[in-house]
């Protein structure tokens, strides 16, 4: 028998399994120049992210990007890495863990029998390939990917579906396989999010603004027809609704834009550079497309942005954390897979 019809022997018996893939965007293995510039190739390669004729940004980026850029990336991931290394890596793996615990105090045996969970990340390690070919190899016949964007992206989520795809064309036989492309409006999201600023808000008093912070996308992928700048807009509205919120306390800005290209505005860094002057001296700033605290929340959020706005003539500045592993965020991912559970 063939190692193909193999595998599909085992899947359709009745040990047959569901394998849920939580991901994310990615890290270097290590907050070292080289580490960096292995990361950085696979990223910015990828046509999702960079929307430029090919062979223009290749020469720009082995030419001028990668000769320059990871040197200056290692330090910025040296200031945030934690004794469990890096920080998106290890929160991943805590969402995971705590997932296994709701499912299983929800389903009992039928989870522990018949589910595996596991985490991958759309570049570098844990790789998407990786944890695929350990689905298979375990028979699993039903896969539900869960990527960790709240907001659909083509440069984020579209290029996870990308990566599974690019995998599933090796199999012979190919698996259910349902893919969750966004929650930017998932009720239990909003609440988390909510819960998050109502927490900070009750221990902190209310800020003069609260900034929401989305991570930034050229003009141009909106204009194309990439729903992200309409979905952040709508989980913006929701929580804005969940906290009863005026028009005056809060502000959706847009964030680590890269490169001289025109994209989604207002900038945060402008914008926290311009709010002193409008008589603005105390906020809070959280990021809701991010499901996990890195590199651009912790060290551009807490780190960098805060000098621009205490410079400018702030005076007080306060982060709320991404959702992480919040017992209610991982209740709202509990929920998202739930329809594609065995029964």
Not at 175 to 182: A, G, K, M, N
Request: one cysteine or more.
């Amino acid at each position: 028998m063939s190692r193909f019809s193999g595998d599909l022997a085992n899947s359709l018996n009745k040990d047959a399994k569901t394998g849920i893939l939580i991901t994310n965007l990615g890290t270097p293995e290590q907050p070292t120049t080289a580490s960096v510039r292995r990361y950085l190739k696979e990223f910015l390669s990828d046509p999702r992210v960079v929307e430029i004729p090919r062979l223009v940004w290749l020469i720009i980026l082995h030419g001028i990007i990668l000769r320059v850029r990871p040197s200056k990336s290692a330090k910025l991931y040296q200031s945030i890495w934690t004794e469990q290394g890096s920080p998106l890596l290890a929160i991943t793996e805590q969402q995971k863990a705590k997932l296994i615990d709701v499912l299983t105090a929800q389903h009992g045996e039928r989870f522990t029998n018949n589910v595996v969970v596991d985490i991958a990340m759309r570049y570098g390690n844990p790789s998407i390939e990786n944890a695929l070919n350990n689905f298979q190899r375990q028979g699993i016949n039903n896969i539900v990917v869960m990527p960790l964007y709240p907001q659909y992206a083509g440069p984020t989520t579209g290029s996870t579906f990308d990566a599974i795809a690019k995998v599933l064309t090796k199999w012979r036989w190919v698996p259910s396989v349902h893919f969750i492309s966004s929650y930017h409006d998932n009720a239990l999201y909003i609440q988390a999010l909510a819960n998050s600023v109502s927490e900070f808000i009750s221990a902190n008093g209310k800020p003069d603004k609260l900034v929401l912070s989305y991570h930034g996308m050229p003009k141009l992928f909106h204009q194309a027809g990439d729903p992200y700048y309409d979905y952040c807009q709508r989980t913006t509205d929701l929580l804005v609704e969940q906290l009863g919120l005026a028009e005056t306390d809060y502000i959706q800005t847009f964030q680590s834009r890269f490169g001289k290209a025109e994209w989604l505005q207002p900038y945060t860094d402008e914008t926290l550079e311009n709010l002193p002057k409008q008589g603005v001296k105390n906020i809070a700033i959280i990021s809701p497309a991010f499901s996990a605290d890195c590199l651009e929340t912790l060290e551009e959020l807490e780190g960098e942005n805060r000098e621009v706005f205490i410079e400018a003539g702030g005076e007080q500045y306060h982060y709320i954390p991404a959702l992480n592993d919040r017992d209610d965020h991982i209740r709202a991912i509990a929920d998202l897979i739930q329809p594609y559970m065995p029964r």
